[in-house]
């Protein structure tokens, strides 16, 4: 008797592993992003950051969703403090020209593409005092910036 609950058991897994690894995915692979859509995105981050240092009002609102929310992280005392911006109050921010105080050494270094999937992408920025991790969404066929986390790399 328990040689036949053996047998049996072992069919069963048998039987439930193949029907797991032929199942089909639930998502469709994906061909990778044109290069014209990586170049689109890698713009887009470059515009925001260099509305962003020229106080480009004009600019900034074309590079950013409607939706647009922004987070920075600080650690300060060994504890994360974050700090949450909207469109509104980037756009103020930009036309205070705060962005203009930075270095050209310590602006942008490198902008790199981390993924795209039909409507979505992420970017990572590289500046000389922070890393931005930004969203990009479409807007009527446009890159758009939708979020953003920016963490300080200094003190």
Do not use: C
Not at 80 to 98: P, Q
Not at 121 to 149: F, I, N, P, Q
Request: charged share 25%; aromatic share 8%; net charge positive.
């Amino acid at each position: 008797m328990s040689r036949l609950i053996l047998i049996l058991t072992l069919a069963f897994v048998s039987f439930t592993s193949v029907g797991f690894t032929n199942k089909p995915s639930s998502v469709a692979p994906q061909d990778p992003p044109a290069k014209n859509e990586r170049t689109a995105v890698s713009a887009v981050a470059r515009n925001y950051m260099e509305a962003y240092y020229t106080a480009d009002v004009e600019r900034m609102e074309q590079a950013v969703h409607p939706d647009f929310h922004k987070r920075t992280l600080r650690v300060r005392n060994g504890r994360t403090e974050i700090t949450a911006d909207t469109k509104l109050s980037l756009l103020e921010g930009v036309r205070s020209g705060t962005g203009k105080d930075i270095p050209v050494n310590e602006r942008v270094q490198k902008i790199e593409v981390l993924d795209i999937y039909k409507n979505a992408a992420s970017v990572k920025v590289v500046t000389g005092g922070w890393v931005d991790y930004m969203l990009l969404s479409k807007l009527d066929g446009e890159w758009r910036v939708l979020d953003m986390v920016l963490q300080y790399t200094r003190r």
